[in-house]
């Protein structure tokens, strides 16, 4: 899955001063909407910017933002959401879609790029307190913007979102989702709504998305999903007996069973949804 880059170790702890200003060597992630400013290699792997590269063209080091570590690698964030800032534009460097990330190699970069989306959604749509109004800092001692005016702290948001393996014997609920960029398998997925717990969530999104009543509800492992800010909890459940399939056109373009046999590869290395097919497929679910 996305986050597995082991052997390296990810550091999210919020660093001490020294840490806070960039070195030239430290890697830049600028985004713009859902892409990032990368530089394609011939062999389609990913490059980002160095802070040096940045500086460079003129940019102050305090417009880049410490963000998390990967062993000694450090990864700063280009604050294109200043008011009145331009994105940042670079020789040799193209903004791409974010979906380029999903194979982008090496590993460890493909997760830090994902990873850093998601704190610059957070600061970019964070920019005012919500509940008074005004400006907000950065809090000097953890990740956190601070309103000066009413001292309301905002912490960066995960949303919490299910992912679900609704099997039937030797078959699992397949699905595609409907309008949307992602044109691979899927299986039923949600957010959590406020009030519910995680296993709620899961019996009413299958009864939602394909109209199945589910038993024996059981988590199997999560995943932080930086492209759309979630944390996903995956778990298998099994259908009830002799119901039929109805589906939510709203959500899903397709939805059937499919016998083991009948799955090919998935690129588990990416997706906990992959992982959980795949494992469902080799018999161990
Ligand atoms: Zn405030």
């Known amino acids: 899955m996305i986050q597995n880059i ?16 960039p070195s030239p060597y430290d890697t830049v ?9 990368v530089r394609k290699a011939e062999d389609g792997t990913l490059a980002f910017p160095g802070a040096g590269e940045v500086i460079a063209r003129g940019h102050a080091a305090a ?7 990967i062993d000694e690698k450090h990864f700063f964030l280009f604050t294109s959401f200043d008011k009145g800032s331009m994105p940042l534009e670079l020789e040799g460097y193209t903004y791409e879609k974010n979906s380029v990330l999903r194979a982008a190699a090496p590993r460890d970069l493909r997760f830090a790029a994902v990873t850093g989306y998601h704190l610059y959604v957070w600061y970019r749509d964070n920019r005012y307190c919500g509940r008074c109004g005004h400006e907000v800092s950065y809090s000097r001692t953890e990740r956190a913007l601070v ?5 309301n702290t905002i912490y960066p948001r995960l949303n919490p ?6 099997t039937r014997g030797d078959s699992i609920l397949m699905t595609r989702y409907a309008g949307r960029e992602y044109k691979g398998h899927a299986l039923v997925a949600g957010f959590c709504e406020i009030g519910e717990a995680l296993e709620e969530t899961v019996a009413r999104e299958v009864l939602e998305e394909v109209g199945l009543h589910v038993h024996n509800i059981r988590y199997y492992k999560s995943q932080p999903w930086g492209f ?13 007996p002799d119901e039929e399939i109805m ?20 690129d588990a290395d990416l997706s906990l949804t992959a992982e959980m097919i795949m494992r469902f497929r080799d018999g161990l679910e």
């Open 247 to 266: 589906l939510d056109k709203m959500e899903l373009a397709k939805a059937r069973f499919v016998p083991r046999e009948e799955i090919g590869d998935e």
């Open 147 to 151: 309103c000066p005016q009413c001292g």
């Open 29 to 37: 992630f600028a985004y713009d909407g859902r892409t990032i400013l």
């Open 228 to 240: 759309e800010q979630d944390l996903l909890a995956g778990f298998y459940c099994e259908a009830d």
């Open 6 to 21: 082991s052997p390296e170790v990810f550091d999210n702890h919020f660093p001490d001063h020294e840490m806070t200003s």
């Open 63 to 69: 417009e880049l933002i410490y963000l998390f570590s």
């Open 161 to 166: 979102a299910v992912i679900v393996g609704v």
